[in-house]
RNA sequence: GGCGACGUAGCCAAGUGGUAAGGCAGGGGCCUGCAAAGCCCUCAUUCCCCGGUUCGAGUCCGGGCGUCGCCUCCA
C-alpha cells in the first residue's frame, strides 16, 4: 500500500516526494541520546518522531532499517573551548553521581564507581532503554544491534580522519589538533544556511581570538584532539586524545547501514547546526557522494507549559519523572506520554502541559478498550484492512508529511461512531494501533503501577460496594467509591458488576 | 547582526484559492439510587494587525506586531 509519500526536507527547506535507492528497503539514522543523565521529555518528542515515521514507512510497506547512536563518550560543557576544553560532560556526570552517594539516593548505588565513564555510561544507557522501551520506541528492542555506542567506534572514526587528511579536507594545526577544512568543502552551510560568509559576519563576537588561532578558517571543527589527561582517550596517529563529536554519526551511519548514503537522517532542530552540517562536510569529503542523506528530518522543540523548558526555570522533566506523576499528581501511563508526545505535528510548536496529558489519558483509554472490546467480539479474527477507508485516509494523513492529527481526525470519530462488524473493525484497528502502538503498549504492561490490575484489596472494595448497592446502603456504597476514586482508580459500574482500574494520568 | 520556523475557539490542532476537520474541556439531554463510563445534541459569520492581487483569501503578495529556535553544549 505505497501512497504518494511527501516529507519536508531540511536540505531542501521544502517537502518533496520520498524516494528510496532500494525499491522497498529504508535506510535511516536517528540522532540518540548522550548517556550522562536521564533523558528527558524533549529528547523523546524527538525520537518518538522518529518512532512514528519509522512505524508510519513500515506500514505503508517499506522494510525499515533504523540505527541510533548511544552517545557515550563525553563532549565539552562550554564551547569556549569547544575545540578542546571546558569540563567533559562524563566528568560532570561522574561529579553529580558522586555527591548522590554521599546523600545515599538509590539510583545512584548502582554505580560502583562514578569515576569510571563506562559504568556512568552503562547506567544511564539501562535508564534510557527502559524508558524507552516503556514508551515504545521500536528500535530499543533492537539493541544492541541498532543501537551502537560511540566509544566502540573510535577505530572507525580515526580511519575517516586518517581519509579526510590523505584528500585535503582536513589538516594538522600547529598546535596537534586534526582539524576539518570547511573551505574545502562548498557545500558547507546548505543544510543550515550558516554559508561561510554569514557565519563570518555572524559570529557576533563571540568566537575569541585565542581559540581561533590555529586553524585555517574560525568555522574549521574538531576531528581528532590529543589530550592524554582526557578522562576518555584512545591511542592514535595524532597522538592519545579523543575524537570530533561530530565523527560518530558519520561514523555508525556507513559502518551499520553499509551505505555510502543513507535514505533518512533524523535529529532535533539544534542538531542542524553545527552537528548535521558537519556530519555532512566529513561523510561526504570522505565518500564524494552527492549526500550524506538523502532526507534530513528534524524535529522542533517543545515547550512546557508555554515556556523553554530549562533547569532553571524548574520545568525540567525526565520521562521518568513524569511516569512517577510529577506532572499531573498521580502516575502516568508511558502510552499517555507517547500520545502527548506524538499527537503535535513534529515541525510546529509543541505545548507540553498537565491538562494536555489528561486528555491524552482520556485518548488512550477509550481507544484501548475500544481495542478490548473488538478483540473479544470477533474473537480475535481480524479482516485484512488495506482498503479500508478509514486506513486509506489515515495513511495519506501520515503520508502528507507526517500529519498526525489529520491522521487521528480520521480515526477518533470513526472509533466513536463505529458500528462495523468486529472482526472488519478489529482489522483496521490493529492496523492503527500498529503504528500509534497505544494500545499495545498498554496491553504489553510496560511495569508500571497501572498494570497492576485490581490487587486483591481492590477486588475486594469492589465486591463490598456491589453488596451495599445490592442492599441499598447508598451511603456505605458511596463512602467505598470514593475510597477507591481517593487511592487513584476510575470506577465502573457494569452489568457484572463493578470494576476499578488504575487512572492513565 | 545573520539564518530559520510559526501565529486558527478556553486548550490541543487540521486546513496550501471556493466559503472553518477532529480531539479535550464546557452547555443541554438519555441512562443511573447518585455518579462514572457510554450514547444523542450543542459549542469560531471567523482564522495576530494593516494594505494588495482575485468573482472569491485562514490559504497568494507586501508591510507591521508577536512567539519560538539556531548561529555556543543541548532533542
Known sequence: MKTEIRFYNTLLHDVEPFATQEADQVTMYSCGPTVYDFAHIGNFRTFLFADLLRRFLEAAGWEVEQV???????????????????????EVS????????KAGRPDAAAVDDPDDPYQVARYYTDAFLTDARALGLAVADEYPAHMPFASQYVPAMQDIVRRLIDNGHAYVASDGVVYYSVESFPDYGRLSGNTLDHLRSGSGGRVTEADQNSKRHPADFLLWKPDANHIMKWDSPWGEGYPGWHLECSAMAMALLQKDVIDIHTGGEDNIFPH???EIAQSRG?????????FWMHA????????KMSKSMGNFHTARDVFAGKVTGTPVHPAVLRLELIKSHYRSHMNFTAKGLRDSAQTVRRWTEFGRRLEQEANGNSQPPDDHPVVQRFMAALADDLNISGALAEVLPWMANCREKASTALGVFRFVDDVLYLAALQEKGAGTRQTEEGSDEVAGLCRQLDEARTARDYTRADALRQQLIDAGYEVRTTPAGTTAHPRLA
Open 68 to 90: 541510533m547512536n548511544i552517545t557515550d563518550v563525553g563532549h565539552m560543557t562550554e564551547d569556549d573551548l569547544a575545540d578542546g576544553g571546558g569540563e567533559d560532560k562524563m
Open 94 to 101: 561522574a561529579r553529580r553521581l558522586r555527591e548522590a552517594k
Open 276 to 278: 548535521h552540517e558537519c
Open 286 to 294: 570522505v565518500t564524494g557522494a552527492p549526500y550524506f542523506a538523502r
Open 300 to 307: 522542533r522543540f517543545l515547550q512546557v507549559e508555554g515556556e
